[in-house]
């Protein structure tokens, strides 16, 4: 536009946003001739920059800690999930204050969206808007896509590989600069930040992984975080399945995974199992694969699946009476090869066999000493029933196998024994048994059924109470914290604690623990 004296005018007109009686009289100025000849003056809007005190947000800010969303945005994302394509307000940039807000609102949202995508497999798809500029900038993939050389002028896009709440969970990131995730969608949400190249989301839904990783996942996740190359992952998942070995082995999850990554468990020498238990738990899996492939669930169909992942299974390196009462008896091992291991277990000449013969190496357990002496008196230290108890804390996961415990200062002594572990009243582990002591100021190991997982930096109660010999040796010169290899236990008193066992003395003198 040029004003009357022929200079250019530096403004911006958007003549389609105008009120209906401005466009008409626009319009009758044009016909008349020059702009000079008219009586309305040029109408334009200039861009102008208003300066706030308010510091920019990137996403790097926003990314460890998850904010709230405002009242608006919240309605807005609502109803752009069910592609409420309801055309706002003609000034509707106005009512939000940043260019996070605003693109937050052209989320799922058909309002100038330029391409589609239909998302799912045939049956199940989902057609989603979206807006070329938008997912340019926040993936390098659909930049190629729609600016790249090869670039595709298409107006639908079908992706049959990518769930459509995971292509909505990545579509939410990029307009919004919000990550949601939830168990049941971050598998197909990483995947789908993996196949679009959106870094920082893959990583959020790594972390979210680790922290929400048990042994009941833990199977699963492995086979996942090895198809993802996401080695930090692939480690944590190892970490758990050798700790908690016969938990994972006997989770569902296990029976879901493939070939594969049953094959690299079963060649893991740290393996914290019995292997009756991991003989059992890959027929298991045999079955389960068996239904995958549609095939009749049969001893001979089993061993089939299985080929030769059954000789790493450690078979010689079990007990003789797990082998003679299970291995021996499943059907899934051929005649010459349960004679040749009831040989290996009775001859002196031993044959060979397939199947691997050392046993695995397991976990070595270590030990978190909290005092730094012990003693005893006349008058202590008695039970009579109650609770000693005291409160711990980790930087790193570990894994509590059980705890280390005094025995009878008189000599020779057999223990009752009941431990428990809790996190705010929640009882994670619990076990009843019985332990022998010398009479020395030993330690005596009493052992967990299974390992008990334990996150960082968070309180969790151990408790005993000891049934036995009246007096027993206790600790004294109790340690706040204490720096065991790579992991760091910080102690607290615990209000649980009924018989006098506190930082300082006391009971519970060991945590044994795999890390």
């Known amino acids: 536009m040029v004003d009357a004296k022929g200079r250019n005018m530096k403004c911006l007109t958007f003549f389609l946003m105008l009120p209906e009686s401005v466009k008409i009289r626009s319009k009758k100025s044009n016909k008349k001739g020059s702009p000079t000849n008219s009586k309305l003056p040029p109408v334009c809007y200039e861009i102008i920059t208003v300066k706030t005190k308010k510091k920019k947000k990137m996403a790097s800010e926003i990314f460890p800690t998850k904010k709230p969303a405002s009242t608006t945005t919240v309605q807005n994302y609502q109803q752009n999930l069910n592609n409420n394509n309801t055309i706002p307000a003609t000034n509707w940039q106005g009512l939000y204050p940043t260019i996070r807000e605003r693109n937050a609102v052209m989320f799922n949202n058909e309002l100038m969206a330029d391409v589609h995508f239909v998302v799912g497999l045939p049956g199940g798809t989902r057609r989603l808007p979206g807006h070329r500029y938008v997912l340019a900038v926040g993936s390098s993939v659909f930049h ?127 393996l914290n199992a019995k292997e009756i ?25 089993k061993r089939k699946v299985l080929g030769k992942a059954v000789y790493l299974v450690r078979i010689p390196t079990m007990a003789l009476d797990d082998f003679a009462n299970g291995a021996a008896q499943s059907g899934v091992l051929t005649l010459n090869e349960t004679n040749d291991i009831f ?53 790193k996961r570990v894994f509590i196998a059980g705890f280390g415990l005094y025995g009878s200062s008189c000599g020779s ?81 615990s209000s649980d604690s009924t018989n006098g066992t506190g930082v300082q003395g006391g009971q519970i003198p060991e945590l044994i623990f795999y890390a």
């Open 413 to 493: 002594a057999e223990y009752s024994t009941k431990i428990e572990l809790k996190r705010q009243g929640v009882i994670l582990g619990t076990n009843v048994s019985k332990y022998f002591s010398d009479g020395s100021s030993n330690t005596f190991p009493v052992w967990f059924e299974y390992p008990v997982q334990i996150e960082p930096d968070t309180f969790y109660t151990a408790s005993v109470v000891l049934d036995g010999n009246e007096l027993s040796y206790f600790g004294q010169e109790g340690m706040t914290e204490v720096q065991c290899g790579k992991v760091t236990f910080q102690f607290q008193c």
């Open 277 to 301: 238990v991991i003989f059992e738990a890959t027929l298991n899996w045999a079955e389960a694969e068996c239904q995958r492939q549609e095939m009749t669930v049969t001893i001979d169909n």
């Open 343 to 395: 040989l290996w277990y009775t001859a002196a000449k031993k044959p060979d066999l397939e199947f691997v013969s050392n046993p695995r190496k397991g976990l070595v357990p270590q030990r978190c000493h909290r005092f730094q002496s012990c003693a005893y008196r006349s008058n202590q230290w008695r039970y009579r029933g109650r609770c000693d108890s005291i409160q711990f804390a980790v930087d």
């Open 144 to 270: 190629a896509m729609f600016y790249g050389e090869l670039a595709e002028d298409k107006d639908e896009i079908r992706i049959p590989d990518v769930e459509p709440a995971a292509f909505l969970a990545m579509l939410k990131y990029i307009y919004c600069d919000e990550i949601d995730l939830s168990a049941d969608t971050v598998l197909a949400t990483l995947y789908a930040a993996k196949k679009y190249i959106v870094p920082h989301l893959a990583r959020a839904c790594v972390i979210f992984l680790e922290t929400s990783l048990s042994a009941k996942n833990a199977c699963v996740l492995l086979s996942q975080s090895c198809l993802f190359e996401e080695p930090d992952l692939t480690q944590r998942c190892w970490e758990v399945i050798d700790a908690q070995a016969e938990l994972a082995l006997k989770s569902e999850g296990f029976c879901d995974i493939d070939s594969q990554t049953l094959e690299s468990i079963l060649r893991r020498e740290t």
